[in-house]
Nanobody, 130 residues
Framework: EVQLQASGGGLVQAGGSLRLSCAAS????????IAWFRQVPGKEREGVGC????????FYEDPVKGRFTISRDNAKNTAYLQMNNLKSEDTAVYYC???????????????????????WGQGTQVTVSS
């Protein structure tokens, strides 16, 4: 069974940092891209960024560029989202996702679409207080 488990969320003051983890199981992790999304109530799920299976492509959406860093450790079947200089507008539930299709779902300079991804983690809440 394909599973993605996002964790590491919490309450942090503006300007602070958090690192989210996405632990994967049930599939060959290093064959597929991983994406991060976030969502606030009443709004559509918004892309944060993605990392290709071999780290050859790491893409960030404009609102997080320069503050967030995506990485993966294929030996641990885990992807990470390091979030620095957090702002109140970063408050959201954060999700990791995978398309489970080779060479798909993470391209250079290409904004993310949630429809590309078939498998999602359960989400972890990030709250940034100002």
């Amino acid at each position: 069974e394909v599973q993605l488990q996002a964790s590491g969320g919490g309450l942090v003051q503006a300007g602070g940092s958090l690192r989210l983890s996405c632990a994967a199981s049930g599939f060959t992790f290093d064959d597929y891209a991983i994406a991060w999304f976030r969502q606030v109530p009443g709004k559509e799920r918004e892309g944060v960024g993605c990392i290709s299976r071999s780290n050859s492509v790491i893409f960030y959406e404009d609102p997080v560029k320069g503050r967030f860093t995506i990485s993966r450790d294929n030996a641990k079947n885990t992807a990470y989202l390091q979030m620095n200089n957090l702002k109140s507008e970063d408050t959201a539930v954060y999700y990791c996702a995978t398309p489970l299709a080779s060479d798909y779902g993470c391209w250079r300079d290409t904004p993310l679409k949630y429809q590309w991804y078939n498998y999602w983690g359960q989400g972890t809440q990030v709250t940034v207080s100002s």
